[in-house]
Nanobody, 123 residues
Framework: QVQLVESGGGLVQAGGSLRLSCVAS????????MGWFRQAPGKEREFVSA????????YYADSVKGRFTISRDNAKNTVYLQMNNLKPEDTAVYYC????????????????WGQGTQVTVPS
């Protein structure tokens, strides 16, 4: 089992920045590819970004590429999502998750999820 707790969400004006954090406890954090997903009201959960176990490989949805940066600190059991130039369409609940197999872009590939943190960017 892996327990995940996100933090860092909030209300920010368009063009602003936020940094989300996700702290893991339980099984060895460094063995997992970690992902960030988001879900806006009335929409399905969508892939945002992922990072492999070492941090050497990162992946992004086209909608956030060039604006968001994922990173991890295995010594702190933490994965981060730096979000810059935020837009109203980024408004959603953001979840971090630990991948156990399958495509990194599919939520079904992730077995462990945090409770989510709300990000709101008013239009």
């Amino acid at each position: 089992q892996v327990q995940l707790v996100e933090s860092g969400g909030g209300l920010v004006q368009a063009g602003g920045s936020l940094r989300l954090s996700c702290v893991a406890s339980g099984r060895t954090f460094s063995g997992y590819t970690m992902g960030w997903f988001r879900q806006a009201p009335g929409k399905e959960r969508e892939f945002v970004s992922a990072i492999n176990w070492s941090g050497g490989s990162t992946y992004y949805a086209d909608s956030v590429k060039g604006r968001f940066t994922i990173s991890r600190d295995n010594a702190k059991n933490t994965v981060y999502l730096q979000m810059n130039n935020l837009k109203p369409e980024d408004t959603a609940v953001y979840y971090c998750a630990a991948r156990v197999g399958g495509s990194r872009a599919y939520s079904s590939s992730y077995a462990y999820w945090g409770q989510g943190t709300q990000v709101t960017v008013p239009s």
